[in-house]
């Protein structure tokens, strides 16, 4: 692809550096100079351009090119903070310098932070905190998505996660999996590593009939990634019913946490949860119930507290005077236990 750093593109957009790329695509970090003084940086962003130099056919070329602008139109009304923003006219062709053939290019918002796959190279695992405040927040940026289209390629290297904390579901692979899909149905045989990311991808995606189960697959898959630092290729499956075995690489996670994420990657896509609410639903009873637990040992000091003042009071009602070592005790406990529990209410009523 003769896209090099420092080349102009339609008189806009500057290129810094080669981000990445694949068989269909490759990106780049560019510069928009659009209305900006000279003398100003202007705004960075990720330009992505369809790579036709795999496609011999000009019908294969032609049916990659109509599903490319069909996924920019979706991204358009794709409108969540957890997705890449893409402007009206971020797309168009492009002819370099000393060729004849069109670029076809997409620019879209550059995400501040990093991967999912970087940042566990540097953390090792996460924890189960983590797990249900990311899963929490990809599932509600899915049922978005599945509004309109299906993502197809969800792994930790397409997950950004800002430095706020927040995260962004990137690269939608819809144009990847539609082309593949459609190459099979032309020629009849597989593609071969092309097919997407192993270890990720369920067994009717790979058929070429994704849904939105699949996409609950390698969500699942993706945060067995991300608790066990194992790839999910790696790790081994029941012979019988194909399940994954990950449960003993995580100690971390909670039975209930550990079921849900079974859940997801059910290896028949009519067992996985039916829609993003399913999913939602379950994460809300096991907060619940970590909440539930917590709640009790934040009240347990108040409980210490009574059972105290009741042990005083009934040794008082029985005529026997404890000693006056006993009643210091029993009051700087319960004065120690007071303390926090006063100053919360102090700071709920003075917020």
């Known amino acids: 692809m003769g896209i090099q750093p420092g080349n102009k593109i339609n008189n806009r957009y500057v290129v810094i550096k080669e981000l990445g790329g694949g068989g269909f695509s490759k990106t780049f970090e560019v510069e ?53 923003q893409v402007e009206q006219d971020a797309y168009f062709r492009f002819i370099p310098q000393n060729s004849q053939e069109f670029f076809y290019c997409l620019v879209m918002e550059k995400i501040e932070g990093q991967n999912l ?7 090792q695992s996460i924890t189960e905190q983590q797990a249900i405040d990311w899963l929490e927040q990809l599932v509600i940026i899915l049922e978005h998505v599945h509004s309109l289209c299906l993502h197809r390629d969800i792994k930790p290297e397409n997950i950004m996660l800002r430095p706020n904390g927040k995260l962004v579901l990137i690269d939608f692979g819809a144009v990847k999996a539609h082309t593949q899909t459609y190459i099979h149905q032309q020629q009849n045989n597989q593609i071969g590593t092309t097919i997407g990311s192993r270890g990720y991808w369920p067994q009717e995606q790979i058929d070429g009939k994704a ?19 194992q790839l999910p290729s790696n790790l081994q499956e029941e012979a019988r019913t194909g399940k994954l075995i990950w449960r003993e690489q995580a100690a971390q996670v909670s039975p209930q946490l550990a079921d849900l ?12 949860p039916k829609t993003t609410q399913d999913i939602l639903q379950r994460l809300q009873g096991i907060k619940r119930t970590k909440r539930g637990s917590s709640s009790f040992w934040s009240s347990f000091p108040s409980l210490l ?11 008082l009602r029985q005529g026997i005077q404890p000693s006056d070592g006993l009643i210091w005790l029993i009051f700087v406990v319960v004065l120690i236990i007071a303390i926090p529990i006063l100053y919360r209410i102090l700071s709920l009523v003075f917020k």
């Open 32 to 84: 928009d100079r659009l209305g900006v003084n000279p003398n100003v940086p202007g705004k960075l962003q990720v330009l992505k351009v369809l790579n036709l130099a795999n496609f011999r056919k000009q019908s294969d070329r032609e049916k990659v090119v109509e599903l490319f602008e069909r996924e920019v139109e979706v991204l358009k009304r794709l409108k969540h903070q957890g997705i890449p």
């Open 117 to 123: 796959g970087k940042w566990l190279q540097q953390n």
């Open 211 to 229: 849904n939105k189960q699949s996409d609950f697959f390698a969500l699942g898959r993706t945060f067995v990634h991300l608790l066990t630092n």
């Open 261 to 272: 994420i079974d859940w997801l990657i059910e290896p028949h896509w009519k067992n996985r």
């Open 305 to 315: 507290s009574v059972c105290l003042n009741i042990i005083l009071l009934l040794l």
